[in-house]
């Protein structure tokens, strides 16, 4: 283990990997494309007197380096979880005995709130007045990282730089903690107040500059289920998956479906 961090220095899970043509294809070429295999059984609690899913043969991303060929450098890059990987992949009965055993819950809600603040803290980048994430419980799930509701959509943030880019009022940006701002278009941020929920839509060809709006409203509300409703069908998957249901209150909303440059001062 690293003796500053008490971890191993090495990845636990590797989940995107980048590699080159030329050593892929001798790997290919050398094994057909056959991956080591193992049998990973799912049991369904601590007595493994039951398993939760069939168990199957699965293969490890991690074994491909072992198949590289020699001359093929290997490294990898560690990055925070908080900006890198966020599945959705748990019940919301998993996720709550996930979190509570201290592990991520990899859940819808978990999911949401991930991407929220991931998007939060690229305004953060830009040097927006954006308050950072709490930790609170929500459905049951605890250790969630609770922020304002961003969501940055890949045409307005294609890489993070370019997201940065299109902050350049910098302080003069800022969102309270029960904010939601959706963001898809070419837009730019110079000044902008927000305590509520906003959404700009800016279709293409439309280009669209917040110099000067301040926006004050009831928001979105973040209601969660009761225990009929988590179990009853009439309560939509995804809200169940989610353990609430997410509710517009009041939002504002700027959509712009005409080629051109518009700029918004109020």
Known sequence: PDPA??????PGNCNQLVVALDPYLDVLQASGGVMPEFVNPKYAD??????????????????????LP???????????????????????LEA???????TSPASASSADHAL????????????????????ATVAGVAGLRV???????????????AAVARVPGGPSVSLTPR??????GDIILRALTLDGALRVLASPGAKVIIDGLRVVNEGWR??????????GPPTPEVERLRGYALEVGQERVLRFEQPGVYTVRE
């Open 46 to 67: 601590a007595s493994k007197n039951s398993f939760k899913s069939p168990t199957r043969l699965e293969c490890m991303m991690q074994d491909l380096p072992w198949l």
């Open 96 to 102: 709550r005995a996930k979190a509570a055993a201290g």
């Open 116 to 135: 929220w603040s991931a998007h939060a803290a690229v305004l953060r980048l830009a040097g927006a007045s954006v308050p950072p994430p709490a930790t």
């Open 5 to 10: 961090t008490g971890f191993s220095p090495y």
């Open 147 to 161: 922020s304002p509701r961003v969501v940055l959509s890949p045409s307005f943030k294609p890489t993070i730089a």
């Open 179 to 184: 904010s939601a701002l959706v963001l898809e």
């Open 222 to 231: 973040l209601r969660e289920l009761t225990p009929e409703e988590e179990s």
């Open 70 to 92: 020699p001359h093929a450098p290997v490294s990898f890059t560690s990055m925070d979880s908080s900006c890198s990987y966020a599945p959705a992949k748990n019940s919301l």
